[in-house]
């Protein structure tokens, strides 16, 4: 078995979204129509993180928190820390510069009004700033958040692995990844975590931890689904869905082995956990 020795502390965090918001299905409206399942998986997520008693940040889609005001009360009402994923799932490199800002301002707005804290962090719908990095870190402080989680810095980009503070004066928690021949792969989340057997993920941020890098572990709300929709097709199952049940088993075993705390927590932000 792989044990914490080090006083590392770890990120866990949550992207709030519904299903049909990640790209295989955005552009089709005629999922949106089918039934959602948020509300249920948010509760699922919040029984094992109070079991485990680890609190975690939950990144919250603004049209989420409209659509489900008392999910979010019970989130920040948990003294977990409620951070922005944007207004909606639309990735921000389709976005001009003004409608980022706007998107910014009313995904802040609307999580300010249900906890009565303005979000400290932000990360972008599917870590989608791949370029013109400067601009949008600078955007993302002048809104009013304290630090961002959305630069990916993985194959042979040249994105830091480690926590920083940019020229803009935001925080940046880089999203973690394994170097592997000077090549840096993606594993704490996502298709990786569902994916990957667990005593590689431990290994991987036991390694991370050893170097003195906090690992950031994420997942989506649907991940905690009890059963995939129906009538989505075969194919989207497969891509969005599989091996889905292994994520709660391995989230639990994570948290077993390393020491996890909200991201704003482990950046130093005081009173990072929005509790109501």
């Not at 603004?62 to 977990?80: F, L, N």
């Not at 922005?84 to 009004?113: N, Y």
């Not at 870590?127 to 600078?138: A, H, P, Q, V």
């Not at 599989?242 to 704003?264: D, H, R, W």
């Amino acid at each position: 078995m792989i044990e914490d020795t080090t006083p590392v502390v770890n990120a866990l965090s949550i992207d709030v979204e519904e299903w049909f918001d990640t790209v295989l299905f955005s552009d089709d409206t005629a999922f949106s129509a089918m039934q959602s399942g948020l509300p249920a998986d948010v509760s699922r997520i919040l029984a094992l993180l109070d079991a485990m008693a680890v609190r975690a940040t939950f990144f919250i889609l603004g049209s989420v928190a409209r659509k489900y005001p008392e999910t979010i009360k019970a989130i920040a009402g948990a003294g977990h820390e409620v951070a922005s994923h944007g207004a909606t799932h639309r990735s921000v490199f389709k976005m001009s510069q003004a409608e980022f800002k706007k998107d910014l301002a009313d995904s802040r707005a609307a999580l300010e009004k249900l906890t009565g804290k303005a979000p400290l962090g932000y990360r972008a719908p599917t870590f989608s700033i791949l370029k013109n990095e400067s601009f949008y870190l600078t955007a993302i402080k002048e809104a009013g958040y304290s630090y961002d989680s959305s630069l990916y810095p993985v194959f042979i980009s040249r994105r830091r692995r480690a926590p920083y503070t940019d020229a803009s004066g935001l925080m940046e928690f880089p999203p973690s990844v394994f170097s592997f021949a000077g090549v840096k792969f993606p594993f704490l989340g996502g298709t990786f975590l569902r994916l990957m057997p667990q005593n590689f993920l431990a290994s991987r941020l036991a390694g991370l931890n050893a170097l003195g890098l906090p690992g950031i572990l994420y997942f989506h709300s649907w991940e905690f689904c009890e059963i995939a929709p129906a009538g989505i097709g075969l194919t989207t199952d497969l891509i969005q869905y599989s091996n889905v049940t292994s994520v709660p088993k391995k989230v639990e075993y994570l948290a077993s082995l390393f020491k996890f705390a909200p991201a704003g927590e482990v950046l130093g932000f005081p009173g990072a956990p929005s509790k109501i």
